[in-house]
């Protein structure tokens, strides 16, 4: 029963289970933007790059999803950083946005696993 209310609460209370979630996880990354969520997103997640990190209601469905989305998106953010420092790899990977966004997914993958290895995540 009391998982069925953990399940419900990022639902009723969406901004607070992602806030609590990233500090009870100890997601130790400093966010270019804090990640808020939007009710009216249809995707997983969503950056505009220098103003804001939206988190969708299909990242809550699970642990596993809301991690690997909210790095996913903050990489964005650190790439488009990068290439303002003429750093040609993240140049050469934001050329494409299929290439971007399989960048973000090894790296957010990765952080997961490593991450996996000393947080439980549930779901």
Known sequence: MEDWFKYRQRYQEPQQFIDDFIRQKNIQVRFTFPPTFESNLVSFGKVRVGEFTKIGE??????????????????????????????????????????EESYADEVANRYFRMKSRKVTFEH
């Not at 299909?58 to 790439?79: G, M, P, Q, V, Y």
């Open 58 to 99: 299909k990242a809550l469905i699970r642990d596993s999803e809301l991690c690997k989305t909210l790095i996913h998106e903050e990489i964005h953010h650190r790439l488009a950083a990068r290439e303002q420092r003429d750093n040609l790899r993240a140049r050469q990977i934001r050329s494409s946005l299929a290439l």
